[in-house]
């Protein structure tokens, strides 16, 4: 493992030699400077990891030498040493960029906890940064495109990011149904705390349910300690239920518990625990089938689904792959310091023909296995590869949805939510009760079967 670098300028032969003996006895790599010239020269040479400064040397003094060294590197902590300490001096130090201040006669054991600390901060603020920079450049904006659909999603997200009530997203796998469950939280009123996420496909009955509401000492088998569960810790932030159409019929009951009453039980214990979250969940499944089929509660349905929102296909927003196409690549040629890379017409247009079952997620993943393996720094047709495991439908032969009839099915969706109520329906669409008379008559739409499924 690689040792600190510490770098020490003082002019007085005993402190210098005193300071530099004791740092490397407890493991560090010390460079020694005299002057203001030799410091400059060994901060540029070294990099050290920090540095520790005499406040008075023979061609200046370190307040006139810390502006030269932070314009250099302003990330490295620096310590000032004087024989000659007061308030003024130690408040100029720091505004000037200085991390610690120290008077003299120093205490070695006190400096060398000021070096590791300097260390350990200077370093964690660097991993905080390099965090900061990755997640900046994964974050995706769910609503990259300008598809009539892609629009019509941000819209309805703006209107209830604001809220506190549970949201279900619905889309096809690889939509990108978690960026935009990410988005919503991000810019909420629970945007400072806790946001936990839990995948629900195919996990056993029992192991869902200590997952989410934790268990007591003894509660089953195995069960050698008390364990929080999900809900617990998510107390006053966001919960992100994916694959919420795979959760068992009797956890959904325990669930709708926690949204009506906002309390539960740990397995095992017989108290109640009061908790407050805001629930957001997602599924490729077709919900409203689930129901219809007794395969999924029908109140949990209408309670989580109190805003829906549904994310549309890649193939029925061919106009927004060009934009996701470029995104895409530009992060991934930084990622992966390929360079500037350009996409081909011939690109564009091979990607706009292809049927894309996986989505956003399989377009970012081709791209990324065509900036590895490309020939130049302009991606041709040649360089996408796309899965000859499935045999893409032409677009001209596919059937593609028309906006009516993604209509025609959120307003079934609504009408389901508001338990066939015209008036209720009208109001969460946004429209007069006349045009959603008009709408149930063009699209045919029967009301009878949605009031009987609530009943």
């Not at 370093?123 to 450049?137: A, G, H």
């Not at 996408?384 to 495991?389: A, G």
């Amino acid at each position: 493992m690689p040792k600190d670098r510490v770098l020490v300028v003082e002019d007085e032969k005993q402190w210098r030699e005193t300071i530099s003996t004791y740092l490397e006895l407890k493991g560090c790599e010390v460079s020694c400077a005299v002057t203001c010239a030799e410091a400059e020269h060994l901060w540029r040479g070294i990099r050290p990891d920090v540095a520790v400064l005499d406040y008075r040397l023979p061609d200046g003094n370190a307040l006139q030498l810390l502006p030269r060294l932070r314009a250099s590197d302003s990330s490295i902590p620096i310590i000032i040493l004087t024989g000659h300490g007061s308030i003024d001096l130690a408040v100029e130090a720091v505004q000037l960029g200085a991390s610690q201040f120290l008077t003299k006669p120093i205490e070695l054991a006190a400096l060398f906890v000021m070096v590791q600390s300097s260390i350990e901060n200077r370093r964690n603020r660097q991993k905080q940064l390099v965090e900061k920079d990755r997640q900046r450049r994964e974050q995706i904006d769910p609503f990259l495109g300008r598809s009539a659909a892609i629009c019509k999603v941000e819209e309805l997200a703006n209107k209830v990011v604001g809220a506190d009530s549970p949201v279900l997203i619905q889309g096809e796998t690889g939509t990108g149904k978690g960026v935009l469950v990410r988005w919503i939280h991000a810019h909420g009123q629970r945007a400072a705390e806790p946001f936990l996420d839990l995948n629900c496909g195919g996990l056993a009955h029992d192991l869902l349910e200590t997952e989410l509401f934790g268990h007591e000492k003894g509660a089953f088998t195995g069960a050698f300690q008390n364990k929080m569960g999900l809900l617990e810790i998510a107390h006053k932030g966001t919960v992100f239920l994916d694959e919420i159409g795979d959760v068992d019929l009797a956890v959904q009951a325990k669930l709708l518990k926690v949204l009506e009453e906002k309390q539960f039980r740990r397995l095992g214990d017989l108290r109640d625990r009061r908790v407050d979250i805001r629930l957001i969940a997602a599924t490729h499944q077709d919900i409203v089938g689930m129901v219809r089929e007794h395969q999924f509660r029908s109140d949990f349905y209408f309670r989580i689904s109190t805003i829906p929102l549904f994310i549309p296909a890649l193939r029925d927003r061919l106009e927004d792959i060009p934009i996701l196409a470029r995104y895409f690549v530009d992060h991934l040629a930084h990622d992966l310091s390929a360079g500037h890379i350009e996409l081909s017409d011939g690109a564009v247009r091979a990607l706009q023909s292809y049927s894309w079952p996986g989505n956003i997620r399989e377009l970012r993943n081709m791209l990324e296995r065509a900036i590895l393996l490309r020939e130049a720094q302009l991606l041709s047709e040649r360089d996408l590869h796309f899965d000859v495991q499935i045999v893409p439908e032409p677009v001209a032969s596919r059937s593609i949805r028309t906006l009516d009839q993604i209509e025609r099915q959120y307003i079934e969706e609504v009408l389901l939510i508001e338990g066939g109520r015209i008036e209720a329906t009208a109001a969460k669409l946004g429209i007069a009760r006349s045009s959603l008379y008009q709408r149930i008559k063009r699209y045919g739409i029967s009301r009878p079967g949605l009031i009987s499924l609530v009943h």
